[in-house]
Nanobody, 125 residues
Framework: QVQLVESGGGLVQAGGSLRLSCAAS????????MGWFRQAPGKEREFVGS????????YYADSVKGRFTISRDNAKVTVFLQMNSLKPEDTAVYYC??????????????????WGQGTQVTVSS
């Protein structure tokens, strides 16, 4: 059974930082590209960024480029999302997702096979 479990969400002031983690089980983690998505109330789920199976390649949405960084530790079967310079518009539920194969330039939700339950990030102004 595949499980992706996010953690690290919370309440932070604008300009602050948070680090999200996503621990995987039930998959050969190093064979999967990983993505982060977010969904704000009343809005569609949107792509945040992704990382290749090896960690050598990353890809980000323009809205977070330069502020967010994705990394992974295959030995610990965990992917991370470091979020700096947070803005109120970053408030959302954040989800990690897994995609089989080596192509990490995948921005659609339908490109990903497995999903976590999400973790809430709230940025106050």
């Amino acid at each position: 059974q595949v499980q992706l479990v996010e953690s690290g969400g919370g309440l932070v002031q604008a300009g602050g930082s948070l680090r999200l983690s996503c621990a995987a089980s039930g998959i050969i983690f190093s064979s999967y590209a990983m993505g982060w998505f977010r969904q704000a109330p009343g809005k569609e789920r949107e792509f945040v960024g992704s990382i290749s199976w090896s960690g050598a390649g990353t890809y980000y949405a323009d809205s977070v480029k330069g502020r967010f960084t994705i990394s992974r530790d295959n030995a610990k079967v965990t992917v991370f999302l470091q979020m700096n310079s947070l803005k109120p518009e970053d408030t959302a539920v954040y989800y990690c997702a897994a995609r089989g194969g080596r192509n990490h330039y995948a921005v659609r939700s339908s490109d990903y096979a497995y999903w976590g339950q999400g973790t809430q990030v709230t940025v106050s102004s």
